[in-house]
């Protein structure tokens, strides 16, 4: 198992611009979320999903979009990227109370909008 | 002071039983999470429930809110073995960028 996938590992942006970031797990785990880590802080949730076609807004949910089409895929979209975005965004995935019991994180996307 | 506090500190059931866990803070909030850690490992996000929700499920999981009384609770339905656990709640504590956790309650279902 590949486990948590992200790409891409570095993005440089100009303010306005769009882009995806890419996460993808083979676990087969029907909750999956994107959290961003700015300097000094905790972990935020952005958005959540607890399964394919089921998304929800997490803690700071402006400024982006999430879609859950399949169970294995969840991009999180930047509509119109802000320099306040630059941050480092991880997806992470773990069993819906299940016996599993470890959330698995994906390594990293790091974003810098300018 | 702590902005999240959970009670009880400790709780012990036999599966298949519920488990109540309840959380108070102390300033407004724009949403309340729930998070459970197993014994080294990283946190788990369970569920997150906003200012303008009172209830809200996911699978096993019930989670009130009562902004009036700034408290939250987290019921567990039919427990199993494996959901013994710490359990936090976490605010936002008043729309700040920072996520406060509250000390845990530490959950133990006996098979």
């Known amino acids: 198992n590949a486990g948590v996938t992200q790409t891409p590992k570095f993005q440089v942006l100009k303010t306005g611009q769009s882009m995806t970031l890419q996460c993808a797990q083979d676990m087969n785990h029907e909750y999956m979320s994107w959290y961003r880590q700015d300097p000094g802080m905790g972990l935020r949730l952005i958005h959540y999903?607890?399964?394919?076609?089921?998304?929800d807004q997490g803690e700071v949910p402006n400024g982006y979009n999430v879609s859950r089409s399949t169970t294995e895929d969840f991009p999180l979209r930047l509509l119109s990227a802000a320099p306040s975005q630059t941050s480092v965004y991880f997806c992470?995935?773990?069993?819906?109370?299940?016996?599993?019991?470890?959330?698995?994180f994906g390594p990293g996307t790091r974003l810098l909008v300018l | 002071s702590q902005q999240g506090e959970e009670d009880p500190q400790a709780l012990s059931i036999q599966e298949g039983e519920n488990a109540t866990m309840n959380c108070s803070y102390k300033?407004?909030?724009?949403?309340l999470q729930w998070y459970r850690q197993n014994s080294g490992r990283g946190l788990v996000h369970l569920i997150l429930i906003r200012s303008n929700e009172r209830e809200k499920h996911s699978g096993r999981l019930r989670v009130t809110l009562d902004t009036s009384k700034k408290s939250s609770s987290l019921l567990i339905t039919a427990s199993r073995a494996a959901d013994t656990a710490s359990y936090f709640c976490?605010?936002?504590?008043?729309?700040?960028?920072?996520?406060?956790f509250g000390k845990g309650t530490k959950l133990t279902v006996n098979p």
């Open positions: 976490a605010t936002d504590a008043g729309g700040s960028e920072k996520l406060v």
């Open positions: 992470a995935s773990t069993l819906l109370a299940g016996d599993q019991e470890t959330q698995y």
């Open positions: 300033t407004s909030i724009n949403n």
């Open positions: 999903s607890v399964g394919a076609g089921i998304t």
